[in-house]
């Protein structure tokens, strides 16, 4: 009858080699060193191994990194609160208390240019207006276009590296060619004028009428693709000459499945983290858009637009310019500081550390 390795045998070897090791041995799946080991120990308790994903391992890693964890709840509050502004402003974005005649025919002071205090805690601009709510619904309108921005560049990018680099030739060299043309062209000259012609107001394309926010977000889109176009490249070009991906060729794969379900998984990390340096960069450029008077007019309010009507009260009227420029830094210090901890959490090389 044959012995069951482990179990009624005193003369059944476990493993091979030199970590070989009887069943009657004192200690139980010690080596030729005198260590334990972890699987001869698992499997005598009756445990069983659960094996762990690569993006499981990238969840532990990315949770590790508390500055990147608080970042991430920072955002997502921000975000809550740009998505639904009406439930957080004490007021609507353009509501005015200006002086006028009261009920029995005294002038009242109303609320221009006041200093922050309880009733308003970010002060009120020149016009009356409560300024928590006119940043709030400018939070909105800054966050909608720096998404929108980054989603629109990280696919055109994207697909841009990902045929380039996996068809090489003739069509790398003509996708190579217009990603060059787009980098030579002096970012903020081309940003001013798209922006003087086609963002002071709506513009009606056809049976789709596109809004000033969305004509911005198109023109940062159009410029802000290329260098994830690069990066994406340049993982394809390494990576069509693995063995997997011949296999995937000679078992009868067409390409699109082969750049999809096979070398597009291996070129998350490096889009996830540019994405997010997208968004932070997207928030910047409208802001400075909209702080040189071609991006986002008035009356939408933007975070940008804000600090440019908050310049003409100078210092008197510090508030009109301070909190609008703090949420700028925090929303983008959050974004960076998220980028540092998908960097991390996606590199492979990493290891879990007991």
């Known amino acids: 009858m044959r012995s069951t390795p482990g179990v009624g045998s005193s003369d059944t070897r476990i493993g091979a080699g030199v970590g070989a090791v009887s069943a009657a041995d004192p200690v139980a799946g010690s080596d030729a060193f005198g260590r334990a080991s972890d699987l001869t120990l698992t499997y005598e308790s009756g445990l069983e191994l659960k094996a762990r994903s690569q993006w499981s391992y990238a969840r532990i890693r990315f949770f590790r990194h508390k500055l990147a964890v608080v970042s991430l709840i920072v955002l997502a509050f921000v975000s809550v609160v740009a998505i639904f502004p009406a439930a957080f402003a004490p007021d609507g974005p353009n509501e005015q208390n200006l002086p006028g005649i009261d009920d029995q025919g005294n002038l009242t002071e109303g ?13 009120t601009d020149l016009l009356g207006r409560d300024y928590l709510s006119r940043v709030i619904f400018g939070l909105q309108t800054s966050l909608w276009v720096a998404f929108f921005v980054a989603l629109l560049s990280t696919f055109i990018g994207t697909a841009v590296g990902a045929f380039a680099g996996y068809y090489g030739g003739t069509v790398d060299n003509l996708l190579m060619r217009v990603t060059d043309l787009v980098l030579t ?113 008035p009356p939408t309010p933007a975070l940008g637009n804000l600090i440019n009507e908050g310049n003409v009260g100078g210092l008197g009227s510090w508030w009109l310019v301070t909190f609008p420029g703090i949420v700028i830094v925090i929303i983008v210090l959050a974004v960076n500081f998220i980028g540092d901890g998908l960097r991390d959490a996606l590199d492979p090389t990493q290891r879990i550390r007991a």
């Open 111 to 123: 609320e221009i240019a006041k200093a922050p205090s309880w009733a308003h805690p970010f002060g």
């Open 185 to 297: 062209l002096p970012t903020l000259a081309v940003l001013l004028a798209a922006a003087a012609f086609l963002g002071q107001e709506g513009q009606k394309i056809g049976p789709f009428e596109l809004s000033q926010p969305m004509i911005i977000a198109l023109i940062l889109a159009f410029l802000f693709w290329t260098a994830l176009a690069r990066i994406v490249r340049g993982v394809f070009l390494s990576l069509r000459e693995k063995e997997f991906v011949e296999a995937a060729k000679a078992s009868g794969g067409s390409d699109m499945r082969i750049i999809i379900r096979h070398i597009l998984p291996n070129c998350v990390g490096a889009i996830v983290v540019t994405m997010t340096l997208i968004i932070a960069t997207a928030i910047l450029v409208e802001a400075a858009l909209s702080f040189l008077g071609f991006g986002i007019q």
